[in-house]
């Protein structure tokens, strides 16, 4: 198979190369380091499978993944990433991936029988990735079942430690419809103070930067 990666870490990135090259006996035909160089490697070299990262320096993996989808609808991407966490699920299970790979639990093994099933056309998740999704599905007070799109980007930058002024900022609100959106976010998830908001964000990896890049 003719593979791209597209990982920051330059040990990751060398080890992904070595396995599919030495060990899976596959050709690696591109790298990126960031969303924007990802982005016109994998247009240009249109390969069989991506291996991607989604914290990514400019532009995030999500973002990544929309950018391809436009010229390349059914350009097959395998999600390798440390993070995997509810949020980070819920974010890139509508973008139509075809696997997720959770790196603290994958072996040569895992990524060997991942890639052959993306190559055959099914589908390949880590089992963290189905039991966190199934849960947050099962659970009738998830914060995707009772956040509003907005609360949820208030999130976002709450988890990525942005102060009162950057989140204003940044969503182009003012600090009274902050305080309003922060209040509805304590009492629909139940949890009082902003302290315990901050440590909501962190534990269920809200964050930005999968999206817009770090």
Known sequence: MKIVIVEDHIMMRDLLREICVSKLGHEVIGEATDGVDAIHTILRSVPDIVLLDLRLPKIGGCGVIRAVRQILPTMKILIVS??????TIFKI???QINGF?????TSLAT???ALGSLY????????EFIYR????????IAF?????NREQEVLEQIGDLASDVEICRALTISTATLAKHRLNISRKL????RIAIERYATEHGFTARIDKGE
């Open 120 to 127: 055959n056309g099914l589908p390949y998740f880590s089992k």
């Open 190 to 193: 139940r949890i009082p103070g």
């Open 144 to 148: 995707d079942k009772i956040l509003s």
């Open 101 to 105: 790979l959770y790196k603290t639990s």
């Open 82 to 87: 440390a993070y995997c966490e509810d949020y």
């Open 133 to 140: 999704k199934e849960a947050r599905h099962l659970n009738s």
């Open 111 to 113: 990524l060997r029988d």
């Open 93 to 95: 299970e509508h973008l």
